[in-house]
């Protein structure tokens, strides 16, 4: 399959004359100029009612650089607001951005605009904006008249676009999401024809499968639209503490749901990063009762291992072992790299137990077979616990980098 968020990409995809009618009966109903861009700027549909300066500046090649460089600024900045950009394009336009994150990844933008929200004189535009402009001394004139003719709007009708292109961004979401699954299920079926006769391959499959149509049913945007909802209004309501856990809640997703269609393997200091979101989230929950210490030298931070495979760790030392405990609790995550291989435990002082009375739940479960998955024979998991002194876990996997 061709790179995320490329034009080979969205053609495997999608038909882009589906993506190109939606963008155009919006752009009718909004009276805006419209278009879906890639990731680098590049127009993935043809433009949508388009202004006439803007279809001017398009024609002219240094103009179209120019406006995909702007796009594509314009996506990026959306991103990292997590929602509709309002920005001044290159050339003094006022424009909207809304990107458009499938599977947890960045692949394009949904852009309309080509508004103004004052009126310009010709004095101001041939001093302000003109120098901005790649016209020659001949065409000047032209490119002024088409810039004074943009509709003017006010601060209400902008507000009520940025919404409606927030929602039209998400319907071009689940449209993509729903014919990408639909592909990878069928491309899966056939690859299960084929290992029929392989059942431990067959079971494996039929996991991932299942994990992954779960993962892509999952809708970015209405997630963290929400959390930044309850962020805001933690803030406004005088809770900092509130607004606190939910920032650092919206991290561990945006983490997890950007890495779940990435590389099985991560970086182990990626995977602490989230874990600290993780146990600064328990903190928030028993405060004084509860601490945690990360104890990894250097050179184990760069190794990779499978993704998440430490959080059903930390979940079982938290819920089965610091949470029925009367005493403060600790969570000690160690790592080191000896004789090539990395060397992980994950401590707790809490209530322990039995090794017989040990169960292995789905979490201790879905790491063992992973680990043998990845590595066979070259890894191992040991557990050791002992009543009101704690649990200690030791996994163990070859020191592997890029």
Same mark, same amino acid.
Not at 14 to 32: C, G, P, Q, Y
Not at 213 to 236: G, K
Not at 365 to 385: M, N
């Given at each position: 399959?061709? =790179? ?144 004074? =003719? *943009? ?12 919404? *409606? ?97 990435? /590389?099985?393997?991560?970086? *182990? ?28 030298? =250097? ?78 024979? /070259? ?24």
């Amino acid at each position: 399959m061709a =790179s995320y968020g490329s034009y080979e990409w969205w053609t495997e995809i999608i038909e882009l004359n589906t993506l190109k009618n939606l963008v155009d009966r919006f752009a009718a109903a909004m009276n805006v100029g419209a278009v879906i861009a890639t990731t680098d700027g590049t127009a993935l549909t043809i433009p949508s009612n388009f202004c006439a300066f803007c279809r001017r500046l398009r024609s002219h090649p240094e103009g179209k650089c120019g406006c995909e460089k702007s796009d594509a600024w314009g996506g990026e900045h959306a991103l990292d607001v997590d929602g509709p950009l309002v920005y001044r394009c290159h050339c003094g336009l006022i424009d909207m951005a809304s990107p458009l994150i499938i599977e947890g990844r960045f692949v394009g933008t949904l852009l309309c605009g080509q508004v103004l929200l004052r009126p310009y004189t010709e004095e101001e535009v041939r001093k302000e904006l003109v120098p901005l402009w790649p016209c020659s001394a001949n065409e000047v004139d032209d490119w002024v008249r088409d810039f004074l =003719s *943009l509709p003017i709007v006010d601060e209400t009708t902008l507000l009520n676009a940025m919404n *409606l292109l927030n929602v039209m961004a998400s319907h071009i979401v689940e449209l993509c999401e729903r014919h990408l699954i639909e592909s990878k299920l069928l491309h899966k079926a056939m690859e299960l024809v084929k290992a029929q006769r392989d059942k431990e391959v067959l079971e494996r499959s039929l996991k991932m499968a299942q994990l992954k149509a779960l993962q892509n049913q999952l809708n970015p945007h209405f997630m963290f639209n929400t959390l930044n909802i309850m962020s805001r209004l933690a803030m406004f309501e005088g809770a900092p503490q509130t607004q606190e856990l939910t920032i650092q809640f919206a991290e561990y997703l945006r983490y997890i749901l950007r890495r779940q269609s990435s /590389d099985e393997l991560v970086y *182990l200091s990626s995977e602490l990063e989230c874990l600290k979101q993780y146990l600064a989230i328990q903190k928030v929950r028993f405060s004084d009762r509860f601490s945690y210490v990360l104890d990894v030298e =250097s050179a184990a931070l760069s190794c990779k291992i499978p993704f998440l495979i430490l959080q059903p760790l930390i979940e079982n030392a938290v819920v089965h072992g610091i949470e029925p405990s009367l005493r403060p609790g600790v969570v000690l995550v160690k790592g080191r790299v000896r004789a090539e291989k990395l060397e992980i435990n994950v401590e707790d002082n809490g209530v322990g137990c039995s090794l017989k009375k040990i169960k292995e739940g789905v979490g201790i479960s879905h790491v063992k077979e992973r680990l043998k998955l990845h590595y066979g024979s /070259d890894a191992s998991f040991d557990i050791w616990s002992e009543p009101n002194v704690g649990t200690k876990v030791s996994i163990c996997m070859p020191s592997m980098g890029d």
